[in-house]
């Protein structure tokens, strides 16, 4: 931990907020939208990746996941780095290489360069995003922090749900390479944008690197992900439980070591602060909340009332429009209620959705998915920036790059648990509900169970089974989820403090050289 001397001399003298810290957040927002179109775009195009490229179930799932578990395993390290070198140097190396690894991409001519070229993304992308949030937190006063962490969370939100929409009004012009392509001139106009207006800002301590610490949280944190993930895609096997618990050896082992060396990357007496530990909560169960359900509503609205993919993504854009509507004001219901209010509210809210969801049918109503939308879309808006403002403030100035990793691996683990664990529920409900209520035998019935889009090919008495199947194991999940969501309201209002307590409010000198 370093003290509030240290904190002032990371972020420079203290004369006031730079006149352009406007202009700066939007490069930041358009650097952080790449990253985030970048996580969902993909999946519209994996159908023609597989036509064009004669790739394997296992190359599109290699091609997909590569780039979420490398991206979230190394943001702790590459939060680290920011600090100790600088942050703007980062952001600019990411979006460069960013660039760079995506036209490799676009031209990949195998499933495996392909997936290798993802793989380089996602360290790409982990050098941007919290090197995004720690410079805003380094360049906005504390007054305005909160303004600014809303509009940056809203174009996280706006960026995920652009992604599917983009790819698809792309694919039906250009080829399968067009959404990486797209990458490119969104990078340039950010990496100018950022030698004009961003300024730089690090720890002025320069620790050396914690590199035991690095490479045991890398790869724990990165088998936990593909451990959750592959168990989200095709339940939950032995194998998938030997990956997460390796990486949870691997985490402890971290622990140990953290607790140990002189210079940690990440200082643990962090999470006595019950405003770090219990927003990281939060943050951590609005994704659960928000990626869960996503990968529900999806299926929902396709298979079972029948909608096709562009309405099925357009179905979800209620609740993203209101995140990016609600975020940017959430300041306003911070300073009126407090950090405790707006946090623990914003849960229950998305608890009233998922309990919403959880009277569908297998003939909807539609209206009843577009409300539970409306309920999660809301809650997300008014929780989530108030949770990653509490995160963050929390951090010294001279350790924001660490903080805002933290804050971005919680994102992405909380996001994938999500969909392993509700996935999952809905996988075994659905199975055992089909395998009552219909007489196939043998490979018929093991198809058929393997997922609702195999069932409706059985015929049409066995898909209208199939649907109430599937509805009664999406009804459990989202139960479940609201059960869970409920649990952190309760401790939000418990032990999350009302107000913030600020020891450091500095930001970057208005003077400074642009470097």
């Given at each position: 931990?370093?003290?509030?001397?240290?904190?002032?001399?990371?972020?420079?003298?203290?004369?006031?907020?730079?006149?352009?810290?406007?202009?700066?957040?939007?490069?930041?927002?358009?650097?952080?939208?790449?990253?985030?179109?970048?996580?969902?775009?993909?999946?519209?195009?994996?159908?023609?990746?597989?036509?064009?490229?004669?790739?394997?179930?296992?190359?599109?799932?290699?091609?997909?996941?590569?780039?979420?578990?490398?991206?979230?395993?190394?943001?702790?390290?590459?939060?680290?780095?920011?600090?100790?070198?600088?942050?703007?140097?980062?952001?600019?190396?990411?979006?460069?290489?960013?660039?760079?690894?995506?036209?490799?991409?676009?031209?990949?001519?195998?499933?495996?360069?392909?997936?290798?070229?993802?793989?380089?993304?996602?360290?790409?992308?982990?050098?941007?995003?919290?090197?995004?949030?720690?410079?805003?937190?380094?360049?906005?006063?504390?007054?305005?922090?909160?303004?600014?962490?809303?509009?940056?969370?809203?174009?996280?939100?706006?960026?995920?749900?652009?992604?599917?929409?983009?790819?698809?009004?792309?694919?039906?012009?250009?080829?399968?390479?067009?959404?990486?392509?797209?990458?490119?001139?969104?990078?340039?106009?950010?990496?100018?944008?950022?030698?004009?207006?961003?300024?730089?800002?690090?720890?002025?301590s320069t620790p050396p690197a914690d590199v035991p610490g690095?490479?045991?949280?890398?790869?724990?944190?990165?088998?936990?992900?593909?451990?959750?993930?592959?168990?989200?895609?095709?339940?939950?096997?032995?194998?998938?439980?030997?990956?997460?618990?390796?990486?949870?050896?691997?985490?402890?082992?971290?622990?140990?070591?953290?607790?140990?060396?002189?210079?940690?990357?990440?200082?643990?007496?962090?999470?006595?602060?019950?405003?770090?530990?219990?927003?990281?909560?939060?943050?951590?169960?609005?994704?659960?909340?928000?990626?869960?359900?996503?990968?529900?509503?999806?299926?929902?609205?396709?298979?079972?009332?029948?909608?096709?993919?562009?309405?099925?993504?357009?179905?979800?854009?209620?609740?993203?429009?209101?995140?990016?509507?609600?975020?940017?004001?959430?300041?306003?219901?911070?300073?009126?209620?407090?950090?405790?209010?707006?946090?623990?509210?914003?849960?229950?809210?998305?608890?009233?959705?998922?309990?919403?969801?959880?009277?569908?049918?297998?003939?909807?109503?539609?209206?009843?998915?577009?409300?539970?939308?409306?309920?999660?879309?809301?809650?997300?808006?008014?929780?989530?920036?108030?949770?990653?403002?509490?995160?963050?403030?929390?951090?010294?100035?001279?350790?924001?790059?660490?903080?805002?990793?933290?804050?971005?691996?919680?994102?992405?683990?909380?996001?994938?648990?999500?969909?392993?664990?509700?996935?999952?529920?809905?996988?075994?409900?659905?199975?055992?509900?089909?395998?009552?209520?219909?007489?196939?035998?043998?490979?018929?019935?093991?198809?058929?169970?393997?997922?609702?889009?195999?069932?409706?090919?059985?015929?049409?008495?066995?898909?209208?089974?199939?649907?109430?199947?599937?509805?009664?194991?999406?009804?459990?999940?989202?139960?479940?989820?609201?059960?869970?969501?409920?649990?952190g309201v309760v401790i939000a209002a418990l032990w999350l403090?009302?107000?913030?307590?600020?020891?450091?409010?500095?930001?970057?000198?208005?003077?400074?050289?642009?470097?």
């Amino acid at each position: 931990m370093v003290d509030g001397a240290a904190g002032r001399e990371a972020a420079g003298p203290e004369v006031g907020p730079d006149p352009r810290r406007w202009w700066a957040l939007a490069v930041l927002c358009l650097g952080l939208s790449v990253v985030s179109i970048d996580n969902t775009i993909v999946t519209t195009a994996l159908p023609e990746i597989q036509r064009e490229l004669g790739a394997t179930q296992s190359d599109l799932a290699r091609i997909a996941d590569g780039y979420t578990v490398v991206f979230a395993a190394l943001l702790l390290a590459c939060g680290s780095l920011a600090d100790r070198r600088g942050r703007k140097l980062v952001l600019d190396i990411g979006l460069v290489l960013f660039a760079l690894t995506s036209a490799g991409a676009a031209f990949a001519p195998t499933p495996a360069l392909l997936s290798l070229a993802r793989v380089a993304m996602g360290a790409a992308g982990a050098l941007i995003m919290p090197a995004t949030l720690s410079i805003l937190m380094a360049t906005f006063p504390r007054e305005e922090r909160a303004k600014a962490l809303g509009i940056w969370t809203a174009s996280l939100g706006l960026g995920i749900a652009a992604g599917p929409l983009a790819g698809g009004i792309l694919l039906e012009h250009f080829w399968w390479g067009s959404i990486f392509l797209v990458n490119l001139p969104i990078c340039a106009i950010a990496l100018v944008g950022s030698l004009k207006l961003v300024r730089t800002s690090r720890d002025p301590s320069t620790p050396p690197a914690d590199v035991p610490g690095t490479v045991l949280w890398t790869i724990g944190i990165g088998l936990v992900i593909a451990g959750v993930i592959e168990a989200g895609e095709a339940g939950l096997h032995l194998a998938h439980i030997g990956l997460i618990t390796t990486g949870a050896v691997l985490l402890v082992l971290f622990v140990w070591w953290e607790r140990r060396t002189p210079h940690p990357m990440l200082d643990l007496g962090l999470f006595r602060n019950p405003r770090f530990t219990v927003a990281n909560l939060s943050v951590a169960l609005t994704q659960f909340a928000l990626y869960g359900l996503a990968f529900i509503a999806t299926q929902y609205v396709q298979l079972v009332l029948g909608l096709s993919p562009l309405q099925a993504g357009l179905t979800l854009l209620p609740a993203i429009v209101l995140v990016g509507a609600v975020s940017p004001f959430s300041h306003v219901t911070l300073r009126l209620v407090g950090t405790k209010v707006a946090v623990a509210g914003g849960l229950a809210l998305i608890v009233a959705g998922l309990v919403t969801g959880t009277q569908l049918t297998a003939h909807g109503p539609y209206w009843l998915v577009m409300l539970m939308l409306v309920f999660i879309g809301l809650g997300l808006g008014f929780s989530l920036t108030p949770a990653e403002e509490a995160v963050l403030g929390s951090v010294p100035s001279a350790k924001l790059g660490v903080g805002s990793a933290m804050n971005d691996t919680t994102l992405e683990l909380g996001g994938g648990i999500g969909i392993a664990v509700l996935g999952t529920i809905l996988s075994v409900r659905y199975q055992h509900a089909l395998a009552r209520a219909v007489h196939l035998r043998g490979d018929h019935l093991a198809a058929a169970q393997r997922s609702l889009a195999h069932a409706l090919e059985e015929g049409s008495e066995v898909g209208a089974a199939a649907k109430v199947a599937f509805t009664r194991g999406a009804v459990t999940a989202l139960f479940v989820a609201a059960a869970v969501v409920a649990v952190g309201v309760v401790i939000a209002a418990l032990w999350l403090p009302a107000h913030a307590e600020h020891s450091d409010d500095t930001v970057v000198d208005p003077d400074a050289e642009y470097h």
